[in-house]
């Protein structure tokens, strides 16, 4: 199984990042997918989820209207685009396989990757 995230970067406020999560080893489609992030020295923070079969969405207050989670199964991929990207949203951005009621440890999760890092600063 590996999950591997990419898209990250340094980017200023008010821009936009695109993260992608290759997926293998299992079927995606069958799963619940999650974007969190993590600051250094902070607890993990949940920040999208996308249901098995991509119907539903579901999104953090702090990142909702401007992030938009979403799948392509056929690819085993899961994307998050970032949009209107703000300082506060510096992280390590992880995807994650599997439900998780209130995440608190990327190890709840059936499935996690390496992460990518988002720096948003000017």
């Known amino acids: 199984v590996d999950l591997a995230e990419s898209g990250g970067g340094q980017v200023q406020p008010g821009g936009s990042l695109r993260l992608s999560c290759v997926t293998s080893g299992f079927k995606l489609s069958t799963y619940d997918m999650d974007w969190v992030r993590q600051v250094p020295g902070k607890g993990l923070e949940w920040v999208a989820r996308i249901k098995s079969w991509g119907v539903h969405t579901y999104y953090a207050d702090s990142v909702a209207g401007r992030f938009t989670i979403s799948r392509d199964d056929a690819k085993n991929t899961l994307y998050l685009q970032m949009n209107s990207l703000k300082v506060e949203d510096t992280a390590m951005y992880y995807c994650?396989?599997?439900?998780?009621?209130?995440?608190?440890?990327?190890?709840?999760?059936?499935?996690r990757g390496q992460g990518t890092q988002v720096t948003v600063s000017s």
């Open positions: 994650a396989a599997g439900f998780v009621q209130r995440p608190k440890s990327l190890s709840e999760y059936t499935y």
